[in-house]
């Protein structure tokens, strides 16, 4: 029960926001987060941001996504 | 980056598979993983992800769809109210189809009933609205990250006044069923992939507990499908080192805190309860209920209506399958009385239901 | 007196439906004046086989993004014809109109079925027009049937496709459907998602002139989408279909409305689409003519019969999976799970 979209914030008025996937825009409620900027990404979900989407650690997954094989049969 | 396509790229794709492959040629036997969202067990089947695995990684579902586990006497409260004069149910599109007792939502709406499917809470608020001389109930059901979106609608109703806006709710919440599976001892998991937006809430923290007590090692793994390799991966290299640890991989999103500020919205307008789980029994504490302060909003107390008895089809085995015990093709229903067209249990009726999508998506001998 | 609504009495036979047929709607729809008017149309009789078909429209709303009930009816009946391997020559066209409805609202809908049906070089011959007390219609209902005439012998349908062949489209699944749900009340989604809705008879004539016998089976992915129908064709033929998730041409916004509303491009309805069986050594050309049509410029191969099953669809998926592709017990539905 947990279809969530990454959307990017486009508009902010008071505690809702526009948020645009592929050309596509809906407006969402802020209720649940804070600190957002237009620009960010955010989780949408039944017109809700959930959470911010971090950028860095989705570059650490990619990297690790992409060393996979240097990962080794051993976790820490 | 634009956090989706970058997760289904198919070169990566067989990069993970290929570090799968690796570290599993030395394994002896097969490993169980169970996922316990319906998001999960559709991400799986839609990317054909059991047809990828190597023999040694079985992935089974577990009672992750709330539409599954909601008791058929839910859905006959929801198809009586329907039928109220000046009443719109207003629900989540998940649970049109889901059968009761005798009815269904969609079968009312035949019949005259006025069901609206709404993509958010917040446009049943908005009905309320538009409409001041009907009742409208909101269907509430799903995990801890639909709940909170509940929370608000309420507290936007509760702000604005609203006298017709009720909401019917069967939340319900996680880690408790992955506890109980833990402890059955028929049940032989190996780790757990834990819900990716559920945990955006809760925290990767929650699992904490499931893992000191049970020792079984947890990854919290989003839905695209380079997540679901790369949790499974994760999982797999825990248990080659014998470790039992929550891990999070769905890192962009999942805080081991978790969303406070989600977390406070649920805890202002709802409390804990007990539920009765289909196919499993009563959890203790794992459903949520309007606290007492907003119980003017509660569908089930101020619209009483006469509710017919609860009937159970016999041979459906949504229950075991709930478990992950047994597989679709193990009930004699499956395909023959029990389809997509007629659904004699949820499991197959929801469309992220274990049956529903092993019947829609599964390929023959790649079973779950 | 000149009502801005239809009544009762437009659709009784006397005056009131004589004034909306000479004045409105024969005028707008054909260009015949009153005098032409009579019982049925007469064709010149034809050679070779003659192809019928008809259907009815009762999509809600009526004005969608980029079209209406009207101009879409009279592109799927010429659509129908067209699958048939037939060219259309004559359409009717009946009106169910809801007491009340806006008569510049009918105005505009017949104009676009007017040019629909010239751009596409099809005449309407005939017609009806009966009205219907409030509630008792939503708003507008069109039948529309054709005729059309298959001067070669081919055998285009959907018991001929044949191990090998390869399954073309001529471009973006999804968007009629997408752009219809996008546009009603209550999901609140902004998009510039247009309907496709398009006439289909000129690509059809030169992909028959130009593949004639290499060409097996052609059908519209109309409601069920790209999935209900290869499904219906597998059954058919009885064979198995492998479609490459990859190949799929899909528009990023109806991908980023799927997304949202959790639906499956491959179930949604499509109104200017082909699908196309075509033997593997023309499927090149098969996709050159599709792409120099103005209606085929993002045409793709999605697809080939890999085997003789008993009506099997499978999908080879973006990570290189496997699934299958059932149809759907109804309507697909938004969901949130």
Same mark, same amino acid.
């Given at each position: 029960m947990c279809l969530g979209i990454p959307m990017q914030v486009k508009t902010i008025a008071e505690e809702m926001a526009v948020c645009e996937i592929d050309g596509v825009r809906r407006e969402a409620s802020l209720m649940m987060i804070e600190d957002v900027k237009v620009g960010d990404y955010v989780l949408i979900h039944a017109g809700f941001a959930i959470e911010k989407i971090d950028e860095n650690e989705a570059h650490l997954t990619l990297k690790a996504l992409r060393e996979a094989l240097d990962m080794g049969l051993v976790a820490e | 980056m634009k956090h989706q396509q970058e997760y289904r790229d198919p070169g990566l794709a067989k990069l993970q598979l290929q570090a799968l492959n690796q570290v599993v040629s030395e394994f002896d036997g097969v490993m169980t993983f169970m996922e316990v969202c319906g998001t999960h067990t559709m991400a799986i089947y839609q990317n054909g992800i059991r047809s990828l695995l190597p023999d040694k990684i079985r992935l089974i579902s577990g009672p992750g769809c709330p539409v599954c586990v909601t008791p058929v006497g839910y859905v006959d409260h929801a198809v009586a109210l329907s039928r109220r004069p000046d009443t719109i149910v207003a629900t989540f *599109?998940?649970?049109?189809?889901v059968p009761g007792s005798s009815s269904s939502l969609l079968k009312e709406q035949a019949a005259g009933a006025t069901i609206k499917i709404v993509y958010s809470p917040l446009d049943a608020v908005k009905l309320a609205e538009k409409h001041p001389e009907s009742d409208i109930v909101f269907l509430g059901v799903g995990f801890e990250t639909t709940a909170p979106t509940v929370a608000g609608a309420v507290l936007t109703a509760e702000q604005i006044k609203l006298e017709n806006f009720y909401v019917l709710c069967s939340h319900k919440t996680m880690p408790g069923p992955m506890s109980v599976l833990a402890g059955d001892p028929e049940l032989k998991v190996d780790g757990y992939l834990c819900p990716a937006h559920v945990s955006a809430i809760i925290?990767?923290?929650?699992?904490q507990p499931l893992v000191d007590t049970y020792k079984i090692p947890c990854v919290v793994t989003g839905f695209e499908p380079l997540d679901v390799l790369q949790g499974v991966l994760m999982l797999t290299r825990q248990v080659i080192a014998k470790l039992a640890k929550v891990e999070t991989q769905y890192r962009r999103v999942v805080k081991?805190? *978790?969303n406070r500020k989600a977390q406070a919205l649920l805890n202002q307008v709802f409390e804990p309860c007990n539920a009765r789980w289909r196919g499993i029994g009563d959890i203790p504490e794992s459903g949520l209920q309007l606290r007492p302060e907003f119980s003017h909003f509660d569908a089930a107390l101020q619209l009483p209506i006469e509710v017919e008895d609860v009937v159970e089809h016999q041979g459906c085995l949504c229950g075991e399958i709930l478990k992950g015990k047994v597989r679709p093709a193990d009930c004699r229903l499956f395909r023959t009385a029990c389809t997509p067209e007629n659904p004699v249990g949820a499991c197959m009726v929801s469309s992220e239901g274990t049956c529903a999508a092993e019947y829609k998506y599964g390929i023959s001998g790649q079973q779950a | 007196m000149n009502p801005d609504i239809i009544l009762l009495g437009h659709g009784s036979g006397g005056k009131l439906s004589h004034e909306l047929l000479d004045n409105l709607i024969v005028p707008t729809l054909s260009g015949i004046t009153q005098s032409d008017q009579n019982d049925a149309a007469v064709i010149a009789a034809q050679e070779g086989r003659l192809a019928f078909t008809t259907d009815s429209y009762v999509v809600d709303p009526i004005f969608f993004p980029g079209g209406n009930i009207g101009d879409l009816a009279i592109h799927g009946t010429i659509n129908d014809l067209s699958m048939a391997g037939a060219e259309p020559l004559a359409i009717s066209v009946g009106l169910i109109i809801e007491e009340g409805f806006a008569v510049e609202d009918l105005r505009k809908i017949l104009e676009t079925m007017r040019h629909a049906a010239q751009d596409a070089d099809v005449k309407i011959v005939t017609g009806d027009t009966k009205v219907v007390p409030r509630?008792?219609?939503?708003k507008l209902f069109i039948n529309t049937s054709g005729i059309g005439v298959i001067k070669h012998d081919l055998t285009i349908c959907g018991r001929n496709a044949q191990i090998g062949d390869k399954i073309l489209i001529n471009g973006n699944i999804g968007d009629h459907g997408i752009a219809v749900l996008a546009s009603?009340?209550?999901?609140e989604l902004e998009s510039d998602i247009k309907t496709d809705s398009a006439p289909l008879n000129g690509m059809v004539k030169e992909l028959v002139e130009q593949l004639g016998e290499q060409l097996h089976t052609l059908r519209d992915p109309t409601r069920g989408g790209v999935a209900t129908t290869l499904k219906e064709i597998a059954l058919q033929s009885q064979v198995e279909i492998t479609l490459s998730e990859n190949s799929l041409p899909v528009s990023d916004a109806v991908g980023g409305v799927c997304s949202i509303l959790g639906l499956d491009p491959l179930f949604v309805a499509n109104e200017g689409k082909l699908l196309a069986f075509v033997a593997p050594e023309a499927a090149e050309e098969a996709l050159a003519v599709m792409q120099k049509n103005p209606h085929g410029g993002q045409a793709a191969i999605i697809g080939e019969v890999t085997a003789l099953a008993d009506g099997k669809v499978r999908l080879k998926t973006a990570i290189g999976g496997l699934r299958a592709i059932e149809m759907l017990a109804g309507e697909q539905l938004p969901r949130i799970c």
């Open positions: - | *599109g998940d649970m049109v189809r925290g990767a923290n929650a699992y081991p805190e *978790g | 509630g008792k219609a939503d009603r009340d209550g999901l």
